[in-house]
């Protein structure tokens, strides 16, 4: 299964698919962002909440990235690691550069 993100006719929608098939909807004002921060047990629940027994539908023709403008996104390759290196190398830069 799949959280995705899709235009609807009202705008921007959330909902879960499985094998090319819509089979549930999340509230309306549910944001991704939201979701990602829930604890397993609550996103479970949504997700439990939001499954429709018998309501396979065709995906929806325009399918959206999975960001919602709240979401972190880190390139492939990075990691934390090299990340935090990174920032502690950038001030010493910057401070060479300024004389």
């Known amino acids: 299964?799949?959280?995705?993100?899709y235009?609807?006719?009202?705008?921007?929608?959330l909902g879960m698919a499985l094998n090319s098939q819509i089979i549930?909807?999340?509230?309306?004002?549910?944001?991704?962002?939201d979701l990602l921060r829930l604890?397993?047990?609550e996103?479970?629940?949504q997700i439990e909440?939001?499954?429709?027994?018998?309501?396979?539908?065709?995906?929806?023709?325009?399918?959206?990235?999975p960001i919602d403008g709240e979401t972190e996104v880190w390139a492939a390759g990075v990691t934390y690691k090299q990340s935090?290196?990174?920032?502690?190398?950038q001030?010493?830069?910057q401070r060479d550069n300024s004389l």
């Open 1 to 5: 299964m799949q959280i995705i993100r």
């Open 7 to 13: 235009k609807s006719s009202s705008g921007v929608a």
């Open 24 to 33: 549930g909807y999340f509230q309306p004002n549910a944001e991704l962002h």
């Open 39 to 41: 604890r397993t047990d």
């Open 43 to 45: 996103l479970r629940m």
């Open 49 to 65: 909440n939001s499954f429709q027994s018998g309501a396979a539908n065709n995906l929806p023709s325009l399918i959206l990235a």
């Open 84 to 89: 935090e290196q990174a920032r502690q190398v």
């Open 91 to 93: 001030p010493l830069c």
